[in-house]
């Protein structure tokens, strides 16, 4: 068997020596036995002796089994299972305490059946969970134990941070059982998968100002499936409302949406297992359309009338009527001048206060004047009822000189003229 003896006289703490033994890969159980020894004269520990066991050329992880101070030789078993295709080394490492004595291995050899004293467990099974979730395994040993031994649990992993499937081939060490002198080690695969989350957000296909049809574009993922679920999170870009849908197909129509109001829209996919649904896959910003408005403008009323202008208002109306966030709205109105109809049209700025007005200037005194309020968005128009108000009078232009004629009797003298050009209004009274 091999041999290895540290003389600690005259080293530093935390010097180390190794001894290294042939890689196991036969498929079966083996038994490492061996004898060691550490003391020295002051009675202080001149080091500790430690045994790792290294999986697949990885790192030494901690050890299966240590001590720092033996009164004479001893001697230990380390129980190991293998399994194909992996391959194990057992690794003795003496560590210096700065302590003069001696730490000697000896007569070490690897025996191809199993351990006389310290029982070995039986092949786990290998267990896979999605990542960020418990995994439990269950360690069953055949051989006896006494009161002093106790359960423990030591994983190495080799995984990079991203673990996949693809890489779970038995790549973590499970020490299940450890006794006073003896240890017994087995292997086992712990596998976390990723849950699934999309490389590319949703695709639009069709928009309507309630509805939104989209392609799922969630083929290519990050993470690992299978994928038994998908489901689509949308939510209004301000705010804070949200909802999430289950979806059976490639395509999707997302409805029951406010008009010209913007989303965001994700994929979430779920692979089997507790914690399998990833995150949301990147956002589809998109926004629905316009939708007709709901009504027009409603009691509609005359504030003030003067003989030139009209001041109207009516009752404030909100997102809710409009059903689009880009309108307009216009004052409308028509009356006749000069034997003819004449028809105008303004904007009205005043749309978002709580009490909302517009004049109406420029207009011909005594004259009726039909008003009414149109409201359009992109998608259609809607118009209040229509007001017909009279202009205010106005003092009426002069008598034309020309039109004046006089006849003079005896006792009198008898006038006659033309209207003025505009009355304005009724005339009542003439003065001379």
């Known amino acids: 068997g091999s041999f290895m003896l540290v003389n600690t006289s005259g080293r530093f703490a935390g010097q180390k020596a190794h001894l290294l033994m042939p890689h196991l890969k036969e498929n079966d159980t083996h038994c490492i036995d061996f004898h060691y ?17 290294k999986v697949n050329g990885g790192p030494l992880g901690n050890p299966v089994w240590n001590t720092s101070i033996t009164a004479a030789w001893n001697r230990a078993e380390l129980a190991i299972s293998t399994f194909w295709p992996n391959y194990y080394q057992v690794v003795f490492e003496v560590v210096t305490s700065g302590h003069p004595g001696y ?8 025996l191809g059946h199993p351990c006389t004293k310290t029982p070995h467990f039986l092949r786990l099974q290998s267990v896979e969970v999605n990542a960020g979730q418990f995994a439990t395994f269950q360690c069953t040993a055949n051989g006896g134990t006494d009161s002093g031994d106790r359960l423990w649990l030591q994983v190495i992993s080799f995984f990079p941070n991203t673990l996949t499937l693809v890489y779970c081939k038995a790549h973590c060490l499970f020490e299940c059982f450890r006794s006073r002198k003896n240890s017994s080690v087995i292997i086992a695969c712990f596998c976390a998968s990723e849950p699934p989350v999309p490389i590319a957000p949703p695709q639009l296909s069709s928009v309507g100002a309630t509805y939104l049809w989209i392609q799922l574009n969630a083929n290519s993922i990050n993470g690992d499936g299978p994928i038994i679920q998908r489901e689509v999170e949308y939510r209004t870009s301000s705010g804070s409302w949200y909802d999430i849908q289950p979806v059976d197909s490639t395509s999707y129509k997302i409805g029951h949406l406010d008009p010209d109001t913007e989303y965001e829209i994700s994929v979430l996919l779920t692979r089997p297992g507790e914690g399998g ?4 896959g990147p956002a589809l910003k998109t926004r629905t359309k316009c939708a007709d ?3 027009g403008p409603r009691k509609l009323e005359v504030v003030e009338i003067k003989s030139r202008q009209i001041t109207i208002c009516w009752e404030p109306f909100g997102y809710n009527v409009t059903r689009c966030h880009r309108y307009n709205l216009t004052v409308h109105y028509r009356y006749q ?5 004449q028809v105008r049209e303004e904007v009205s700025w005043d749309t978002e206060s709580s009490h909302p007005q517009h004049t109406i200037t420029n207009l011909s005194p005594y004259t009726n004047i039909s008003i009414k309020l149109v409201l359009m968005n992109p998608e259609g128009r809607k118009e209040s009822q229509e007001l017909v108000v009279q202009t205010d009078e106005d003092v009426p232009s002069a008598v034309p000189l020309e039109s004046i004629q006089g006849s003079t009797f005896e006792e009198k003298i008898f006038l006659q003229w033309r209207e003025p050009a505009q009355t304005y209004g009724v005339i009542t009274l003439y003065e001379v």
Not at 37 to 53: A, E, R
Not at 103 to 110: P, Q, R, Y
């Open 37 to 53: 020894y550490v003391s020295s004269k002051s009675g202080s520990s001149p080091g500790t002796l430690n045994i790792y066991v």
């Open 103 to 110: 730490v000697a291995i000896d007569e070490v050899k690897v």
């Open 277 to 280: 649904t990833g995150s949301p």
């Open 293 to 295: 408005p709901m009504r």
């Open 337 to 341: 001048a000069g034997g003819q109809e």
